[in-house]
Structure formats: structure tokens, C-alpha cells
């Protein structure tokens, strides 16, 4: 999602007057409400399809808690955020209660609109930080590991032809560059044809 996207929520309030409010804010704060529902379980089955940014819940719902909901998405979809709204006062819900989610927060219902669009808003840019910093986790874990390979394929290289190890890298790059693949798929290539080498990791 782009800065400038709109937020795309997803609605789960089980009284459908205040439902009909909430999407009429939403959409005036300039918002994109993918799906609004009525019930925890119709929350999940619509999460799964669409994917929101956001999702707004309310903590009591007809056939269970909001918290619950948050639990699954955690699991399913830990880069979306989750803003629980509640007219209980003593309840409180953190991120170390829902593990694995990107972002969660509580409201109090009913919301002031402006604190309503200011805390999805926040969600939105909290999920998309910690889903930046997952990618970037694992991009950095890939570039480790093909560094890895490419290192073991030069020594086998070097060994095999007496080349040096300048000579056995460029040997890699124009393999690369001639068979238009990856230097690390052309380094694995090389591991798997040594006897006993390839299968290690």
C-alpha cells in the first residue's frame, strides 16, 4: 500500500446502526471500507478474502471477542492491524496480548471521530513499518545465504582450476551473465557437481 492509498478497513460491529455511522466516517476520512460485518466469524472469513490494512472490531460481539479475533489474525495475517472498540472502560489490550500481530490499540466507544481516524491512520503506518521490517529481515537473510554459497563455490573454483579467488568470481559473474541466471544459482550449480559438498549446508 502506497502513502497515499486510501486505508482499506474492514468493519466488524455487531449493532447496525452504529455499523452505518462508522462506514459514513470512514469513508468521509477518506478511507476505503473493503467489508463491514456483523459477527466475529464473518470478520474472519471476510479478512482472509480481502485483506484490509485495518481492522476495526468491536471487543463484544455475538459470537465471541473481538481479542479472539485479533489472535487469529495474528496467526493468518500478522501484517494487518487490529483497532479494537470497546465500551468497557477496564479493559485494556496490548501487543504482548496478541503476539505475532503487527499493531494493535484500543478506542472507546463511542470513538470521537477524530481520534477514530488519527489512531487507523497510525495502525496503517505502524503495520506497514513492522511489515518493512520483516521484509527487510528477510531480504538480508537471503543476500547472507547467497553470499554463503557464492564463497563456497569460489574455494571449489579456485581449487579445481588454480585460478585465484578474483579470477574464480568473475568466472561466476560471466556464467552468470551469459545463462542470464542468478550468480547464486550458478554458485549452487557449482556445490551440487562436487561430490559430498552440495548437501551440506
Known amino acids: 500500500m502506497s502513502d497515499t492509498a486510501p486505508i482499506r478497513v474492514l468493519l466488524a460491529e455487531d449493532e447496525a446502526p ?10 468521509k476520512f477518506g478511507h476505503a471500507v473493503v467489508a463491514d460485518v456483523g459477527s466475529g466469524a464473518e470478520a474472519l472469513a471476510q479478512a482472509r478474502i480481502v485483506k484490509p ?3 476495526l472490531l ?19 495475517l500478522p501484517d494487518v492491524a487490529v483497532v479494537l472498540i470497546t465500551a468497557d472502560e477496564t479493559l485494556s489490550v496490548r501487543n504482548e496480548d496478541v ?11 463511542p470513538t470521537p471521530p477524530q481520534m477514530l481516524d488519527s489512531q487507523i ?8 513499518a ?5 521484509q527487510d529481515a528477510t531480504d538480508l537473510k537471503a543476500q547472507l545465504e547467497a553470499r554463503k554459497v557464492i564463497e563456497r563455490a569460489k574455494g571449489i573454483l579456485m581449487r579445481r ?26 554458485a549452487q550449480a557449482v556445490l551440487d557437481s562436487e561430490p559430498g559438498v552440495g548437501s551440506r549446508s
Open 53 to 55: 490494512d485495518v481492522m
Open 18 to 27: 452504529t455499523r452505518e455511522l462508522l462506514v459514513e466516517l470512514l469513508t
Open 130 to 134: 513492522f511489515a518493512q521490517a520483516r
Open 161 to 186: 582450476t588454480g585460478c585465484s579467488e578474483p579470477e574464480a568470481y568473475r568466472i561466476l559473474q560471466r556464467s552468470s551473465q551469459d545463462r542470464s541466471m542468478p550468480m547464486v544459482a550458478i
Open 58 to 76: 468491536d471487543v463484544h460481539m455475538p459470537d465471541g471477542s473481538g481479542v479472539e479475533v485479533a489472535r487469529q489474525i495474528a496467526t493468518e
Open 99 to 109: 503476539p505475532g500481530l503487527s499493531t494493535i490499540m484500543m478506542l472507546p466507544k
Open 121 to 128: 491512520r497510525m495502525a496503517a503506518q505502524q503495520a506497514r
